[in-house]
């Protein structure tokens, strides 16, 4: 994923540090469990937006809470099981443990077509302000806020509060019978002078196909990845080099301890994904 729309902070303690704690989240990089919601999802099961990370296990057990089992396949309901059981943990109260949240997102909207296809939006945003040397009033925060910090367009250079990314994804799943879903995701560093704000932009698309194989069930994805920031409105130009995940105001960019924070590979980068996760009907 280029971009992440959803921040969290999470503050875990435990009174022994032998005991289990469990999580009010499902932090990204879990891919069975992620591929163990997108079935749900894509079967029908869950209405909830998935394309987000983290996600919380509240909203996953409530989605769940009035599932028909019975009437789920054999790879669906050994997708519910795992999740099950993974809920049961997290959401057990009686493991000690201590936590905080604070959190701000731009949850996508799930659509429906006129043929009921499912197809999520989402629209995100962030943005880095304030840091060593950098006003941190709240002058600044709403000049940030409203947009206005396009040196040379709606802001002076010395006034440029800060540093900002913005884009679009879409996961749109075909019919139910049709196990095939198609994902994009569109970012772009907000830095154009004139016209439309968002302008360099980086881009992923991919396609997800699921199914079983023998008692195994799987889900397979193909992916392509172009870091680099591409000019025009959707970016349809040229490319621009040492443009992603850079800004003249924070020298390490839009990162943390040397990585990016969105696509693992950083900018300036092609990359051809193939991927695919298998569980049994008894487990992963």
């Given amino acids: ?34 591929s163990d919601l997108l079935l749900l999802s894509d079967s029908g099961v869950i209405n909830i937006p998935i394309s987000a990370w ?23 309901r050994a997708a519910y099981d795992r999740v099950k059981q993974r809920l049961r943990f997290e959401l057990n109260t009686s493991t000690m443990h201590v936590q ?17 296809t499912p197809r999520e939006e989402g629209e995100a945003r962030a943005a880095q302000w304030c840091g060593d040397g950098r006003p941190c009033d709240m002058q600044t925060f709403l000049r940030l806020l409203n947009g206005n910090d396009n040196a040379g367009a709606n802001v ?26 198609l994902y994009m995701q569109w970012i772009a560093e907000d830095t154009r002078k ?56 924070f020298q390490t960019g839009y990162r943390y301890n040397g990585r990016a924070l969105g696509f693992s590979g950083d900018g300036d980068t092609l990359v051809l994904l193939d991927g695919f996760n298998a569980g049994t009907i008894l487990g992963s």
């Fill in 1 to 34: 994923m280029l971009f992440s729309a959803q921040i969290r902070i999470v503050l875990l303690c435990s009174l022994l540090p032998a005991w289990a704690v469990a999580a009010p989240i499902a932090a990204p990089g879990e891919t069975q469990l992620r």
């Fill in 54 to 76: 983290p996600i919380a296990f509240g909203d996953v057990s409530l989605a769940l809470s009035e599932t028909d089992v019975q009437s789920l396949g054999v790879p669906v």
């Fill in 100 to 116: 905080a949240s604070a959190s701000g997102s731009f949850n996508p909207r799930t659509i429906r077509s006129f043929e009921n």
């Fill in 156 to 181: 002076d250079p010395e006034d440029e509060p800060g540093n900002q990314l913005g884009g679009i994804d879409i996961r749109w799943t075909l019919l139910r019978q049709v196990p095939v879903a």
């Fill in 194 to 249: 004139t016209g439309a704000q968002l302008h360099l932009w980086m881009q992923q698309v991919g396609v997800e196909y699921w199914g079983m194989i023998g008692d195994v069930s799987h889900r397979t994805h193909f992916e392509v990845t172009n870091s680099s920031c591409h000019k025009g409105a959707l970016g349809e130009g040229s490319a621009r080099p040492n443009c992603a995940y850079e800004h003249h105001f």
